[in-house]
């Protein structure tokens, strides 16, 4: 059973007919998943009612002048650091991406110290680790008494100790320091929530929920915009700034899924196969945390194609399908051959045909650009996915419980995550080279931790493996990958550090990637069953505009 996509299974398998020519029984596993929940709301929309509003667009462009010239004339360091933070959270950093790397740059070179100044030292560290700069933790060493603990005195401080919290979240493997940051940070800024005001109590809320590392971006920014408005200190030119930019990239966005969903009723999945999760909305906004800027806009509908398609295998392969369909229909995909279409049940044939012509129309768009090169990166590692879902599939047909390498193993590979950080550079930009592409087939380190810090999405299996093979309580296992995860995150981070292995944008997609997986698995499994959370998450985003 898959971890990222993966659904859980009714204990009773239904008896279905098999669809096609044959005219034996089959007996097929049900299960009842929650039903779509958006209907037409997405379709409704006419093409030109999302277009932006002339002057909505006129007045964003001034402000962003606006913000362009606070950032290259500001003169206080510290000034500095605060709007290039707020900047960023408001989600509107990627207009100024070249002001903030300079800025950056000349900050690391001159190794500013800001003294007892926590607040500063902690964001300075933070946003020099999020550009890629090996600073050390060391500069926190002055905060800790005689002993080496941090001093008492900073429980008093709330400001302080959230950043150091955020920063602590930025660490790698033999930092202790951020590691003993954690424990400190969380405990105090706990305890002192309930005596704390908004809307800097709202900002601990959600750190403590999630830190920022681990946030979806553009739910950090829906967010941030309301506790920014309540801010003494804000710049209400850069308020007004990041609410129209994110009114008029809501825009986009809604004229993107539109685009996609008619692409997903075209070819009317849910009627004809009734046994998949009917998730094309939840499929975008997934996509949408890996990338959300305009200049991703083909990648984002790319991608959320592929992501479709692969959530419809999972359920082919864990839920519908019989081991004799799966096997030949896993070599068909493996040789990519259309050819034998004919010889398969109706729903292994239009999810193929849906498959095949997909990527075809992916291939005539980039052959346009000489990108065309990029196609057989795709379908090698779709390949490897659907080789996945079938050993887990054979597993299960054969009774074989597999050693917990074997799961781990194939489980990297059904995550669909190696397989999703590569398609995620298909309809990127130059930066997306063969060499990057190279890299990426090649499971390197960061996305094996990507994949790993997803199991848990469905940790119960590995849970009862460990807990099989190694004699250990239920606690002990989930102490076991918790620590898994921890890890899986310090490798992340160490991956981003430079001189990092391929270009931060690509890098960017992983780690966004696995962003996704800690808010949507944070309380249950958001993606199966999405009316909760979920459901919320994409109403602000994709629905409500920010009133300006």
């Excluded at 710049?235 to 994110?246: G, N, P, V």
């Excluded at 981070?493 to 698995?521: D, G, Q, S, W």
Aim: hydrophobic share 40%; with cysteine.
């Amino acid at each position: 059973m898959s971890i990222v996509l993966s659904s859980s299974l009714s204990d009773a398998p239904n008896k279905h007919h098999p669809e096609g020519n044959k005219t034996s029984e089959v007996v097929r596993r049900s299960v009842n998943y929650v039903p779509e929940i958006w209907g037409d709301r997405f379709v409704a929309s006419s093409a030109d009612n999302l277009k932006p509003d002339a002057q909505a667009q006129e007045r964003a462009n001034e402000l962003k002048g606006e913000v362009r010239k606070m950032l290259r004339n500001v003169d206080d360091y510290l000034q500095e650091l605060n709007l290039i933070n707020a900047v960023q959270r408001l989600g509107v950093a990627y207009h100024f991406e070249e002001e903030i790397a300079q800025a950056l740059l000349r900050m690391y070179k001159s190794g500013r110290d800001y003294g007892d100044d926590l607040h500063a030292v902690a964001l300075q560290f933070r946003l020099l680790r999020q550009e890629g700069y090996n600073v050390s933790p060391d500069v926190f060493m002055k905060f800790k008494d005689e002993e080496g603990r941090f001093k008492r005195t900073l429980a008093g401080d709330t400001r302080s100790l959230l950043s150091l919290y955020e920063v602590a979240h930025m660490g790698t493997h033999g930092e202790n320091i951020l590691d003993e940051a954690i424990a400190f940070t969380s405990e105090h800024l706990n305890s002192a929530l309930p005596h704390l005001n908004p809307p800097f109590s709202t900002l601990v809320e959600l750190a403590l929920e999630l830190p920022l590392r681990k946030r979806i971006e553009r739910l950090q920014t829906s967010y941030y915009i309301s506790i920014y408005q309540e801010d003494k200190d804000r710049s209400d030119i850069l308020l007004e700034f990041a609410k129209r930019d994110f009114n008029l990239l809501q825009l986009l966005h809604q004229e993107e899924l539109r685009e996609v969903s008619m692409w997903w009723k075209s070819w009317d999945f849910p009627t004809k196969l009734p046994f998949i999760r009917d998730r094309v909305v939840e499929c975008y906004f997934w996509i949408l945390g890996v990338y959300f800027e305009p200049q991703y806009s083909r990648a984002r509908k790319m991608l959320t194609k592929i992501i479709s398609l692969t959530s419809i295998m999972d359920d082919i392969y864990d839920v519908h399908g019989t081991l004799e369909e799966l096997e030949p229909y896993t070599d068909a995909i493996q040789r990519w051959d259309r050819s034998v279409i004919d010889q398969f049940p109706d729903y292994i044939k239009l999810h193929f045909s849906a498959l095949l012509d997909t990527v075809d129309k992916f291939e005539e768009e980039l052959a346009q650009e000489g990108k065309s090169y990029r196609i057989p990166y795709l379908k090698q590692v779709f390949k490897e996915v659907s080789k996945g879902y079938l050993i887990e599939e054979q597993w299960s047909n054969s009774g074989h419980v597999p050693t917990l390498e074997e799961y781990m193993t194939n489980a990297l590979i059904t995550s669909a995550y190696p397989m999703l950080s590569v398609v995620s550079y298909v309809g990127m930009g130059d930066v997306a080279t063969k060499e990057a592409f190279d890299w990426g087939v090649n499971m390197p380190k960061l996305i094996e931790a990507a994949s790993l810090e997803q199991e848990r999405g469905h940790v119960a299996s590995i849970i009862q493996i460990y807990m099989n093979e190694n004699g250990s309580t239920y606690e002990e296992a989930c102490e076991k990958f918790k620590r898994m995860a921890a890890d899986a995150w310090k490798d992340i981070n160490k991956e981003c550090l430079k001189p990092t292995p391929a270009p931060m944008p690509l890098l960017m997609r992983t780690v966004n990637l696995t962003r996704v997986i800690e808010v949507l698995y944070q309380h249950r499994d958001g993606y199966t069953n999405p009316t909760y959370e979920t459901k919320e998450r994409i109403l602000s985003v994709l629905v409500n505009p920010i009133t300006v």
